[in-house]
């Protein structure tokens, strides 16, 4: 079994080619088997870094031993993927397992029923994490929690001089932490404040710090709204992208974040709990830290599951897919997965003994299960919103709040014309 494990981070900014071609990731799908729950083979789809793909290798590994299935295991280029999927869908090669990044209308119908997966009381899913369909099923267990936040180059603020908050219950403010940031910029000459994930999903953790709503669906399902908080909030960001505070280059033209923070030379990174994996693996030259994430008034992040789990329907092979789904969330297999792979987990009561001695790593898992044990009840609301329109079959398939903001940050439009172009364009989709 080979390992196509692209890093995430870069596939998100286009640095990478993709892995493979439409038609040849589709061809991974249904014919895979000589039939039956005693399948040869299985494929699994995923789209993760090295870091937090490797205990899905291991799994496959036991898995094989145990019930005589190989998984093929294909690491799919994130950008894409849910295209890629969709492609498999239309030409009937779906894989039989996947970790997706969101459910699909366009094959939820060919999933299976995980209900006795994820109620299974010794598995002890947390049932806040999963839905239920309006015919009592259970088509996604997340593989994981993930959260917004911020890290540090805890360095560059050692040799600035300069202290920062370590618990979240007595968190700084953006103003605070902006400020902080600016002064060990100037002490130490790095080159920005702070880098920030182009990404939807942490722009609301921006927004919602600030007391705003951010793009809020409503109770039917059929309307995005905002807030004017939530502008207000955009514009302080939209004018941070200065090139000195930060660059703009990463919103406007896909520089990577993620490799700007690994240089050395930037103060602060705003991203989530995947990366600290990669950076225990990645970052030797510095010392870096999770800390907590600013708040001004709200404690908030952006709060959301990880991949979702899912079976399909591929007739000889969904008995295999069934029992590969029961082997990842069977507690003693789930706990290695999530340590290797560094999973905030989604079963309860559970020891994570995370590998390594990297004390920056342990402190930061430590501090992204303290944020959100803390953080506002509004921090989920993105997530829950995904959920709400799959399950009314709709889906939000391309959000465009990056490319908006993007053109704002170019002064190609103001922010309150990115604003209404977001709203109208989400509005476009699940109309």
């Known amino acids: 079994m080979s390992q196509n494990s692209t890093s995430r981070r870069s596939v998100l900014l286009g640095s990478l080619a993709a892995a493979a071609t439409a038609g040849t990731l589709s061809a991974c799908g249904g014919d895979s088997s000589t039939g039956g729950g005693n399948a040869d083979k299985i494929t699994f789809w995923l789209s993760a870094s090295d870091a937090q793909a490797k205990g899905y290798y291991d799994l496959a590994d036991a898995f094989e031993a145990q019930h005589g299935t190989t998984v093929e295991i294909v690491n799919v280029p994130y950008d894409g993927y849910q295209t890629k999927l969709r492609q498999a869908a239309q030409a009937d090669s779906l894989p039989d397992v996947a970790s997706a990044p969101s459910l699909d209308p366009i094959w939820t119908n060919k999933l299976q029923d995980l209900s006795a997966v994820a109620t299974n009381p010794a598995n002890g899913i947390d049932d806040k994490l999963y839905q239920e369909t309006d015919d009592g099923k259970i088509l996604t267990i997340p593989s994981d929690i993930t959260a917004a936040g911020l890290f540090v180059n805890a360095s560059l603020f050692q040799q600035a001089g300069v202290a920062y908050p370590t618990d979240p219950a007595s968190t700084w403010t953006w103003d605070e932490f902006l400020a902080a940031a600016a002064q060990v910029r100037t002490a130490t000459g790095a080159q920005y404040d702070l880098v920030y994930d182009a990404s ?5 953790a921006f927004v919602y710090g600030h007391g705003a709503k951010g793009f809020q669906l409503n109770d039917e399902g059929t309307e995005y709204t905002v807030d004017d908080a939530t502008v207000t909030a955009l514009q302080e960001f939209v004018d941070l992208n200065d090139d000195v505070v930060m660059p703009k ?13 690994k240089s050395g030379q930037v103060v602060a990174y705003f991203s989530g709990v995947w990366q600290v994996a990669d950076f225990a693996d990645s970052i030797s030259q510095f010392t870096w830290a999770a800390v907590p994430t600013p708040a001004q008034p709200t404690h908030a992040t ?6 979702k789990v899912v079976a399909f329907d591929n007739g000889d092979t969904k008995d295999a897919a069934m029992k590969f789904v029961e082997f990842l969330y069977d507690p003693a297999n789930y706990a290695k997965v999530a340590a290797t792979n560094g999973w905030l987990p989604v079963e309860t009561g559970l020891d994570i003994a995370y590998p390594g001695t990297n004390q920056a790593a342990l402190d930061g898992y430590a501090l992204y299960q303290r944020e959100i044990e803390l953080a506002d009840p509004i921090s989920t609301s993105g997530s829950e919103a995904g959920e709400k329109l799959t399950l009314a079959g709709k889906a939000i398939t391309t959000d465009p709040t990056k490319d908006e903001l993007g053109k704002a940050i170019n002064g190609q439009q103001t ?10 364009l989400l509005n476009q989709q699940i109309a």
């Open 200 to 204: 939807p999903a942490r722009i609301r």
């Open 249 to 261: 280059s990463v919103w406007t033209s896909g520089a990577d974040p993620n490799a700007l923070f």
């Open 302 to 307: 952006d709060i959301n599951t990880g991949g």
């Open 415 to 424: 922010v309150q014309q990115a604003v209404d172009n977001i709203v109208e």
